[in-house]
């Protein structure tokens, strides 16, 4: 199953309609070159939030609830193009919607990722003995399974970003010059 990690009704503002496809300007910084794709096409994965034992597809479902209440905050972002209409309840969504972007994405887990590499290689370095349990558990957290779960952790751990959030300043830029974002 294809699991988007940034959802389509957000890629579609990017986009340019065509029939029934919704096609966005990509660049692949590895190869280097642009494109055009379908938004069905980009910030996906197969089975990117499927655990071994998630059967029933938790994650997905509990970001589909998430992006399900954001799009409706984010259509009156749109219609009314100023923060100071949403209630305090609309505000926690665009906190918990934004929050939640920037932990679930395939570059946050490469992060999680390096942050661990990193500091075996730090360890090495120093000269730091390394018990043989504790070198175990390093080269199992690496693992995508294990990342992965670290991850999802981290969205779990939510209510605990979102004061964070509501503190700051809130403002709208729009894109007034000729050209496209």
């Keep these: 199953m294809i699991q988007h990690y940034v959802p389509r009704f957000y890629l579609r503002q990017f986009?340019?309609?065509r029939g029934e496809n919704y096609l966005i300007n990509c660049f692949d910084k590895s190869v280097p070159r642009k494109f055009l794709t379908n938004i069905r096409n980009i910030a996906c994965e197969k089975h990117?939030?499927?655990l071994e034992r998630d059967y029933?597809?938790?994650?997905?479902?509990?970001?589909?609830?998430?992006?399900?209440?954001?799009?409706?905050v984010y259509r009156k972002l749109i219609e009314k193009q100023n923060v100071d209409v949403l209630s305090a309840d609309e505000i926690v969504t665009m906190a918990?919607?934004?929050i939640t972007q920037l932990i679930r994405t395939r570059e946050q887990r490469e992060h999680i990722r390096d942050i661990?590499?990193?500091l075996k290689k730090e360890l090495d370095r120093r000269g730091v003995e390394i018990v043989p349990e504790l070198e175990h558990q390093m080269k199992e957290s690496l693992k995508d399974e294990f990342i992965k779960r670290l991850q999802l952790g981290m969205v779990i751990?939510?209510?605990r970003y979102i004061g964070i959030f509501l503190i700051l300043k809130w403002i709208i830029y729009l894109n007034e010059t000729d050209m496209p974002l």
């Design 157 to 159: 751990d939510l209510p």
């Design 15 to 17: 986009s340019n309609r």
């Design 56 to 72: 029933e597809q938790d994650v997905e479902k509990a970001f589909s609830r998430i992006e399900g209440k954001f799009a409706r």
């Design 116 to 118: 661990i590499s990193k």
């Design 96 to 98: 918990i919607f934004i």
């Design 48 to 50: 990117f939030y499927d």
